[in-house]
């Protein structure tokens, strides 16, 4: 579904991300990992939309996505959960989810402003595929709470079902587990297993996490300072004395 062919991108005279190709597959859970500054944020701004990649291109489905604007990308069915979470702060659980399904539908804002015909039917399904969202995450009994009230776990979990409601078919979730303590990395992990089931989504993975990371990748790829220096199974990822000596040995 997805293949990122020798994506390089620099900034300056930096390499962030050198020559990188993974494939992911339609239910597909691929890990990301690597040393702070390795490239790996910067591998999901080039999935998305935010950079350009200096050279190779990334593939969705066939079609190129790499250089196209991030609305599009969404629309092509790819969404992102951010390193420090982002929600809008102003807004109820349930609201976070309703801006994001509306990017769908896009008459949305003058149909608004406008109280046209059919907005009001409009709205009113949207709560409510909104709500279904939430209850199927177990956030409905949120759903009224101030979006940044939440404990973080399910802050967490709130933006993972954000990016969800743009109906993607790959989810992009960049560390997901920061910060978390290890009953909530547990618990993430089930979800994202049960996200992928009840979804039918692909995931890719950046962590720091390693039990998250082994715990429910299929596949792992390690970058250090931009280059790809192992890809495999999570067994032969642990057992690779380059990661060790890169990764794994600098205590985490
Ligand atoms: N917009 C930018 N302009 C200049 N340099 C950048 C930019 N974005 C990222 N970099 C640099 O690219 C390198 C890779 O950064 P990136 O954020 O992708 O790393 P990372 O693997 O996500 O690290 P971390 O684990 O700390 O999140 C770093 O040296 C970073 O400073
Ligand atoms: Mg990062």
């Known amino acids: 579904m997805l293949v990122s062919k020798n994506v390089t991108m620099r900034f300056g005279g930096l390499t962030a991300v050198d020559d990188f190709s993974v494939k992911v597959g339609d239910d597909e859970i691929v890990g990301l ?6 490239g790996k944020t910067t591998i999901f701004n080039v999935m998305t939309g935010v950079y350009m990649p200096t050279s190779g291109s990334v593939f969705f489905n066939d079609s190129k996505i790499s250089g196209r604007p991030p609305h599009k990308i969404t ?3 790819i969404a992102r959960t951010f390193q420090n ?19 769908h539908n896009a008459s949305s804002l003058a149909a608004s402003v406008l109280h046209l015909p059919g907005y009001l039917a409009r709205e009113k399904k949207s709560r ?45 979730l960049d560390e997901p587990a920061a910060g978390m303590n290890p009953q909530e990395s547990r618990d993430l992990m089930d979800f994202i297993l049960k996200v992928r089931e009840n979804y039918n989504i692909a995931v890719l993975l950046i962590e720091h996490h390693m039990q998250v990371v ?3 990748c299929e596949r792992v790829c390690v970058l250090e300072y931009g280059i790809t220096i192992a890809e495999g199974t999570p067994r032969e990822i642990q057992k690779n004395k380059k990661v060790i000596d890169a990764y794994l040995g600098a205590g985490d």
């Open 214 to 216: 082994m715990g429910i």
């Open 85 to 103: 979470i982002r929600l809008f702060s102003e807004m109820s659980v349930l609201e976070n989810i309703m801006v994001a399904a509306n990017l």
């Open 128 to 172: 409510e595929l909104s709500r279904a969202l939430l209850d199927s995450v177990g956030l409905l009994e949120n759903e009224n709470d101030g979006a940044v009230s939440l404990p973080y776990g399910k802050q967490r979990r709130l933006e993972i079902a954000r990016a969800l409601a743009t109906r993607p078919k790959l989810l992009l």
């Open 75 to 77: 629309e092509a069915g």
């Open 33 to 38: 990992i690597g040393p702070n500054g390795a």
